[in-house]
């Protein structure tokens, strides 16, 4: 699994649930399928993809 990958599934979960993955979730999510780099790099496309949604539409709280 790359980055990207983890990026779709974190964006997917998001859209499921209006949540973001917590620690627990995300570790058994991909636990074992990828690095730690790759999951690193996930991680922070999908903080660039929050953070535009927040500029495009305003934060929900």
């Given amino acids: 699994m790359d980055k990207n990958q ?3 599934e974190m ?3 998001y859209g499921q ?3 973001v993955m917590d620690p627990h ?5 991909f636990s074992g399928s990828v690095t ?3 999951a690193t790099l996930g991680i922070l496309l999908f ?3 929050l953070d ?4 495009l539409h305003g934060s929900s709280k």
Avoid: I, M, N
Avoid at 25 to 29: A, I, L, P
Avoid at 52 to 55: C, T
């Fill in 6 to 8: 983890v990026f779709l």
């Fill in 11 to 13: 964006k997917k979960y």
């Fill in 17 to 19: 649930t209006g949540r």
């Fill in 25 to 29: 979730v995300f570790q058994s999510h």
């Fill in 36 to 38: 730690a780099q790759e």
């Fill in 47 to 49: 903080d660039q993809y």
């Fill in 52 to 55: 535009s949604e927040v500029r």
